[in-house]
């Protein structure tokens, strides 16, 4: 029986990414762990409310305990925890910090958050992402595209969904419009925040075609709790007929404003 199976129990949504079933691995271990510590607490809880009752002891003990139990079992947990902690949590991270997907059929995009929405931009036919700085923003280019970078041209936007060839790995550029938003793709087991001014990223590679909520995991506003978007995993050959049209058009759409702005 893996660990894992106590995730499910408590209801957590499946896992549907490559590395995601490490993570749940460990949590697996985590939430068994946390289980020994409250049936542990709770009897321990018991006993100091029939033992230390006022009828049974009406005089304070001013030495305490005197054995070494208490010290043993402390260290037993601290033992516990270095485990999870060295053992899975960070070679887990560490392998998802530095080891980027290189391989050619990588999808490169980036998450924009704003109060109370997600903009997703796709780097396009040519799989570069164009740089983006907060004053390009406008009604015209939600995700503040730089216009002065060739390689935006065929970038295309998305609003609202997440759409993603399954067994690909994707690079997410995650960045913030405003306040400090977080990209949470649970069933990705892949989460990260979106704070102004820094440039940060993720990746992760969906293994299960379907349809899920993307969540915004930090509490940003009044409107926090509709900032939601749609995480969509499709066949490769879907997403990329998708993709194709998608950039075409936005070039296309980029070739006619620079004609315009030419011919003035
Ligand atoms: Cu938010």
């Avoid at 440039?199 to 899920?212: L, N, Q, R, V």
């Avoid at 509490?219 to 194709?244: I, N, R, S, T």
């Amino acid at each position: 029986m893996s660990p894992a199976i106590f995730n499910e129990w408590i209801g957590q949504t499946p896992n549907a990414s490559e590395h995601g079933g490490l993570v749940d691995h460990m949590l697996g271990f985590v939430h068994w762990f946390m289980l020994v510590l409250l049936i542990g607490w709770s009897i321990y809880l018991i006993i100091a409310f029939y033992r230390f009752n006022e009828k049974r002891a009406k005089r304070a003990d001013y030495h305490g305990v005197t054995g070494h139990a208490t010290t043993h079992i402390e260290i037993g947990v601290v033992i516990v925890e270095a485990i999870l902690l060295l053992g899975f949590a960070f070679p887990l991270w560490s392998r998802q910090a530095d080891d980027y997907p290189t391989s050619p059929d990588t999808v490169r995009m980036r998450a924009l958050g704003e109060k109370f929405l997600w903009n997703f931009q796709y780097a396009g036919e040519d799989a570069l992402l164009s740089a983006w700085e907060g004053r390009y923003l406008s009604a015209n280019n939600q995700t503040g595209k730089d216009p002065h970078d060739p390689t935006g041209k065929d970038d295309f936007v998305n609003p609202g969904t997440m759409k993603l060839p399954v067994g690909r790995p994707v690079i997410v550029d995650v960045a913030s419009k405003d306040v400090i938003h977080n990209l949470a793709l649970v069933p990705m087991r892949a989460a990260q925040d979106a704070t102004p001014g820094v440039k940060a990223h993720m990746w992760f590679k969906p293994i299960k075609t379907g349809t899920w909520d993307i969540i915004c995991g930090q509490l940003c506003g009044p409107g926090h709790a509709q900032m939601k978007a749609v995480l969509e995993v499709v066949d490769p050959k879907e997403f990329d007929d998708w993709a194709k049209e998608q950039s075409a058009a936005a070039k296309k759409k980029a070739d006619e404003s620079t004609a315009t702005a030419g011919a003035k």
